[in-house]
T-cell receptor
C-alpha cells in the first residue's frame, strides 16, 4: 500500500519564477492538505482540497494556488516566487469523515530553494 | 486565529534522562495530536487525545491532555538516541462548513547525547 508520494523531492528556482509541486495521497484517502515548513518551524497550513475544491485556506497570498484531480491527487502552484518561499512543502492526506479526528499522513516533502 | 505554542523550543538531554515537552492552545480543543519528525524526515503521527484529562502511554512515551482541553504534554522516560527529532503538537481549527485544518506548534527539538 503506497503512502503519500510527492514530487519533485528537491528543486531550485529563481525569484519571479513559478513552481508546481505534485502529491498523490495514500490509497483510500480523499482529502489533501498542503503545508509549508520553513527551517526550524512547524508546518504551516496552506490549504486543503476535497472533492476537487479548495475547502479551507490558511494565511497565504493568492500566489499560492492548488488543484485536486478526480483521482484525488493534487498540485500546489506558487507564482512569482520570493526568497521567503524557500521551504519544505509537505502534502498530507486524510480521509474526510465529517469529524475533526483522524491523523494526517505526510509525504516526504518537496524542498524548494529560491535564489 | 488559533495559536498553538510549545515549550521548550530545544532540549538537550543525556541518554537515559527524561524529557518533557509542553503544548498550550489559545482555544479549547476537541482533540490534540502529536507528531514526530526525525532530522531530514517528515512528520509522523504518534497519538491523538480526545478526552479531558486523558493519559495515554506508548512504551516510554506518556501523553496527557489537560482537564480544560487547552494544554497537553509529552513525557519520554529514559531517552534513547532513537528519540532524537522534533516533536509537534497539533490541534484542529475550524472555518465553518464542517471543515477543519490542523494547526501545528513550532515543535520541541530533542537532542540526545550518548
Amino acid at each position: 500500500d503506497a503512502g503519500v508520494t510527492q514530487s519533485p523531492t528537491h528543486l531550485i528556482k529563481t525569484r519571479g519564477q513559478q513552481v508546481t509541486l505534485r502529491c498523490s495521497p495514500k490509497s483510500g484517502h480523499d482529502t489533501v492538505s498542503w503545508y509549508q515548513q520553513a527551517l526550524g518551524q512547524g508546518p504551516q497550513f496552506i490549504f486543503q482540497y476535497y472533492e476537487e475544491e479548495e475547502r479551507q485556506r490558511g494565511n497565504f497570498p493568492d500566489r499560492f494556488s492548488g488543484h485536486q484531480f478526480p483521482n484525488y491527487s493534487s498540485e500546489l502552484n506558487v507564482n512569482a516566487l520570493l526568497l521567503g518561499d524557500s521551504a519544505l512543502y509537505l502534502c498530507a492526506s486524510s480521509l474526510r469523515t465529517g469529524s475533526d479526528t483522524g491523523e494526517l499522513f505526510f509525504g516526504e516533502g518537496s524542498r524548494l530553494t529560491v535564489l | 486565529g488559533q495559536q498553538v505554542m510549545q515549550i521548550p523550543q530545544y532540549q538537550h538531554v543525556q541518554e537515559g534522562e527524561d524529557f518533557t515537552t509542553y503544548c498550550n492552545s489559545s482555544t479549547t480543543l476537541s482533540n490534540i495530536q502529536w507528531y514526530k519528525q526525525r532530522p531530514g524526515g517528515h512528520p509522523v503521527f504518534l497519538i491523538q487525545l480526545v478526552k479531558s484529562g486523558e493519559v495515554k502511554k506508548q512504551k516510554r512515551l506518556t501523553f496527557q491532555f489537560g482537564e480544560a482541553k487547552k494544554n497537553s504534554s509529552l513525557h519520554i522516560t529514559a531517552t534513547q538516541t532513537t528519540d532524537v527529532g522534533t516533536y509537534f503538537c497539533a490541534g484542529p481549527g475550524y472555518s465553518g462548513a464542517g471543515s477543519y485544518q490542523l494547526t501545528f506548534g513550532k515543535g520541541t527539538k530533542l537532542s540526545v547525547i550518548p
